[in-house]
């Protein structure tokens, strides 16, 4: 895994909506003789966060039993999953927060390529963020908003807003293709990739998971993780094809506790493949997150890789699958031990401001942000769902010497090495 170039990221789209349904189970079931059924057409429905972690926390066999009775479950049609030939297929998208974007007939027909690979494991990643954060934050509401692209594809965004914990928490799913726009195969051409085009058209196929999460509480940092998939056909039929991602946290105070715990989480998920894949990838995700004009990283980084394409197509699926999976156990536990921290007006006020260069770096500086908006089509909900619902800035502030706030700074302009 040594080819890093720079490369691509989900993409959003135009979109409609058929409707809302709050629920507990976070599982969907289309009316009957929807033409929507199984085959995934543009929908809404709320989430309930609450009913997911009551479940999770032990209700009675009887409130159990009820609560299924009350609230239906999405399951993919069962003549057709049957005529497919593939029911493990339909109980694994059947615990998706909606029905996959490409549709179960379109999956199992092309099951062994990495279109269909890396689709379900988008879906699941979003399904297993958004479980655990309804468990932290018991009677918040998820979003689930289905949306299509005209030029091809669509997503599923899940967001939800002023909870108790979270002030605002999107995973979103993208699943896109078309032909590139000039500017994003310029965009890439820049970045050292070689796209010959065929009657001036590349074909390309998109796919990610990105969430961003903004927590309520100064003391608990907010996380972002986007992990992706890119193709392009070329004039001669050949295809070029690469994989990117990463996580990183960006505490409003510094915790060194949680460092190591985050960064030794995703230390063990790159050594699983490589032990030289951690240090350059974190090292890269410090360079990236770099706030050129204010002289200071993002966050305290985490791993960042771009156009990862060797050893072999399964190996890097693999890496990317135990990045994915590392999400949950390197964010939730900090979420929890700090989530009923007791804070001062000054503490929000410095988290205000911290958010401001988030947003300063995302509309700046990130390539996702940027390629979104270059590709025909784009949906700016979901590629502005990264900023936070509040931030601050204030002319010319200066934290107070050796204080908490400069503590972070520090750090800030100076990455460390939280693991060996």
């Not at 990105?210 to 070329?234: A, D, G, L, M, Q």
Request: net charge positive; with cysteine; hydrophobic share 35%.
């Amino acid at each position: 895994m040594s080819r890093l170039l720079r490369g691509a990221c989900a993409v959003g789209a135009r979109g409609a909506s058929l409707g809302s349904r709050s629920f507990s189970s976070g599982w969907w079931q289309s009316p009957p003789g929807s033409p929507h059924r199984a085959e995934g057409r543009p929908w809404r429905l709320v989430w309930v966060a609450g009913g997911a972690a009551a479940v999770a926390a032990g209700l009675g066999l009887a409130r159990r039993a009820e609560a299924q009775q009350q609230q239906p479950r999405w399951r993919p049609d069962g003549e057709a999953a049957e005529e497919q030939g593939d029911e493990e297929l339909a109980r694994r998208c059947a615990r998706f927060m909606a029905p996959p974007v490409s549709g179960l007939r379109e999956l199992g027909e092309r099951r062994g390529e990495m279109r269909s690979r890396m689709e379900l494991l988008i879906m699941e990643t979003q399904s297993q963020v958004c479980r655990a954060l309804a468990q932290v934050d018991p009677g918040a509401a998820f979003t689930v908003d289905r949306w299509e692209r005209k030029e091809g594809g669509g997503g599923i965004s899940c967001v939800l807003q002023d909870g108790d914990v979270f002030e605002k928490a999107g995973v979103n799913v993208s699943v896109v293709f078309g032909s590139l726009s000039e500017e994003a195969a310029q965009q890439m051409r820049s970045r050292g990739k070689t796209l010959k085009a065929k009657n001036g058209k590349l074909p390309f196929c998109a796919m990610g998971v990105s969430s961003v999460i903004h927590p309520k509480n100064p003391y608990v940092p907010t996380v972002h993780f986007n992990y992706r998939y890119f193709e392009i056909e070329e004039a001669d039929g050949s295809k070029q094809w690469w994989f990117g991602g990463g996580t990183d946290l960006t505490p409003t105070y510094l915790n060194k506790e949680d460092a190591i715990h985050f960064h030794k989480t995703l230390k063990d998920a790159c050594d699983k493949h490589n032990p030289e894949l951690y240090p350059k990838f974190k090292k890269w995700c410090d360079d990236y997150f770099y706030i050129k004009h204010r002289g200071e990283r993002r966050g305290i980084g985490g791993i960042f890789f771009d156009d990862l394409d060797s050893p072999s197509k399964e190996e890097v699926f693999q890496f990317v699958q135990s990045c994915a999976k590392a999400i949950v156990p390197c964010y939730i536990p900090i979420v929890k031990k700090h989530c009923h921290d007791m804070f001062t007006p000054k503490e929000k006020l410095w988290q205000q401001i911290r958010r401001g260069r988030y947003v300063e770096f995302n509309l700046v500086y990130d390539r996702g942000t940027k390629f979104g908006l270059a590709t025909p089509g784009s949906r700016i909900e979901s590629i502005l769902m990264s900023l936070p619902l509040t931030a601050r800035w204030e002319y010319m502030h200066s934290p107070s010497e050796n204080s908490r706030e400069a503590e972070i700074l520090e750090v800030l302009r100076h990455p460390k090495d939280w693991v060996p």
